[in-house]
Each structure stands twice: as structure tokens, then as C-alpha cells.
């Protein structure tokens, strides 16, 4: 596994961590300023590791399409980031 997989994996269980602290937040009837401030934490956590996948995907599936003769499989990599992108931004 790469450093950037490594690093993305990290998020992904400290935003796992928190999503179990959030359920036993609510559980438990916690202030909803706390349980607000742990969700924007695991928001943030998620926020970063996708950014990191992108990056990597970019920097090397994405790359390696681009300087292929194979004019389809460009295009559907384009799309493929596109359609990634309009759901993010949704």
C-alpha cells in the first residue's frame, strides 16, 4: 500500500472512530453543540481523505489514461472525474 493509501486509510478510521462516538453521543442524549462539533470533525476527516483519493487517482490512474493513444478510454476517465465531481458538489 502507498504512503497516500496509508494516509487515506487513516481518515477513514479516525472518521469511522468518530461515527461511533457520535451514535453513542446521541444514545446517551449529549448537548447538540458537542454532537454538532464531533459531526463536523468526521465532515472534515471525510472531506480530507476524499480530497487525498482524488489527488492519487489523478497523479496516477488518471495520468497514466491521458498519455494513452486510446482516445476512448480518455474520455471515460474525463467523465469519470466529472461524475465524482458533480456529486461532491451536490
Known sequence: MTKAKQKTLINFKKSQSLMTKLI?????DKYCIDIMQQNLAAIGLLKSAHQMLMENHLKTCFKNAMV???EKKKKEMIEEILSVTRLLNK
Open 68 to 70: 494513452t493513444k486510446n
Open 24 to 28: 453513542k453521543m446521541i444514545e446517551e
